[in-house]
């Protein structure tokens, strides 16, 4: 079970990293993988109710990784951080499956509810669904929910809900297009269709321009060969001498 868990997760990092080249290279150099390890340690410590040292441990997985995940958070199979430095991940936040998150993205709660005891009571972080991409220093803030496949912006701020399927992005995040169904089940890295292509506009003026240059090249030669040659440019007409 262990074994097959690792073996899915290391393929994750695979999938979802371009850069990745071996599972060697990820269980060695990837601190978005050690964290996921660690939290896996310090989430079970907690439902063992062995809170302090579930905190110790998550605390020591931030010294050596730099991504902080709270041990009570929930996180599904085969979860991605990529680079990872400065992701949170609070305390009820709950991630699915498949979730991919890259650097100093938050996972935060907002305006936390006490009850009498002054204790946290309820819910105060994003709930992520499967399959959803969240970009590099977004914050997701408060009991919200990320929908299945939605994908939110690098540096995007979200305080409200975000229907599956959709991306999300600026500040605060604003749904810009619907995503094509088709694609739910097709991790793009980076959030980005890579078969989406420069601008057709881009591409228009970047041809014009090699047309131009051709010409002007065409023209330096000919003026060249004019001057070899000796050829004075053709006296100008007089008009009034016809
Ligand atoms: C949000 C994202 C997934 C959208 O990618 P996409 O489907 O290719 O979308 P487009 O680039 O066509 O952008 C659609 C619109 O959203 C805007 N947009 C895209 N990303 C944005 C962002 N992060 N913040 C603000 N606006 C953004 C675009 O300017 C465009 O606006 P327009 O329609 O007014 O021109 C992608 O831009 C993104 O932010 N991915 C995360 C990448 C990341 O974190 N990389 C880190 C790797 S180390």
Known sequence: MIFND????????????PAARSA???????????????HRLSHWLWKKRIFLLARF???????????????????G?????????????????IVGDDVTLYHSVTL??????????NQVGQKRHPTVKDGAIIGSGAAVLGPITIGENARVGANSVVTKDVSASVTAVGIPARVVMPRDKSKDREFQP????ADSGPDPMVQTIEGLRGQV?????????????????????????????S
């Open 6 to 17: 690792l073996r899915e997760d290391l393929a994750s990092f695979r999938q979802r990293d």
């Open 24 to 38: 060697l290279e990820i269980m060695l150099c990837y601190p978005g993988f050690h964290a996921l390890m660690i």
């Open 57 to 75: 441990i998550a605390y020591l997985g931030r010294i050596v990784t730099a991504i902080e995940i709270h041990p009570g958070a929930e996180i």
């Open 77 to 93: 199979r085969r979860f991605v951080i990529d680079h990872g430095t400065g992701v949170v991940v609070g305390e009820t936040s």
């Open 108 to 117: 935060g709660g907002t305006s936390p509810a006490v009850d009498s005891h």
């Open 190 to 193: 980076y959030g980005t269709p």
């Open 213 to 241: 240059s051709t010409l002007m090249e065409r023209v330096e030669e000919l003026e060249a060969q004019q001057q070899e040659t000796g050829q004075a440019d053709p006296p100008k007409r007089d008009s009034k001498a």
